[in-house]
Nanobody, 115 residues
Framework: QVQLVESGGGLVQAGGSLRLSCTVS????????MGWYRQAPGKQRELVAR???????NAADSVKGRFTISRDNAKNTVYLQMNSLKPEDTAVYYC?????????WGQGTQVTVSS
């Protein structure tokens, strides 16, 4: 059974920083890609950033220059460093992992940015 466990969310003032972590455990062969998505109240889930094997990354325009995704393959962990946070970054953040032809999701972690 595969599990994704996120941590690092919380409440922060605008301009502050948070670092999210997501660790994959279970029957893992090789993870092709990992990513972070977010969903704000009343909105659709949207891609924040993703990283694939080899280290290539892509990110939403709204977070470029502020958020950085990274990955520790030995630990099956993906990180999202979030700097210069804005109130509009408030959302539940979900990580996902793609391998063996399937996408797995974490349970989500709340990020709240106060103005």
């Amino acid at each position: 059974q595969v599990q994704l466990v996120e941590s690092g969310g919380g409440l922060v003032q605008a301009g502050g920083s948070l670092r999210l972590s997501c660790t994959v455990s279970g029957s893992i062969v090789s993870i092709n890609a990992m990513g972070w998505y977010r969903q704000a109240p009343g909105k659709q889930r949207e891609l924040v950033a993703r990283i694939v094997n080899g280290g290539s990354t892509n990110a939403a325009d709204s977070v470029k220059g502020r958020f950085t995704i990274s990955r520790d393959n030995a630990k099956n962990t993906v990180y999202l460093q979030m700097n210069s946070l804005k109130p509009e970054d408030t959302a539940v953040y979900y990580c996902n992992a793609f391998f063996t032809g399937r996408i797995y999701w974490g349970q989500g972690t709340q990020v709240t940015v106060s103005s």
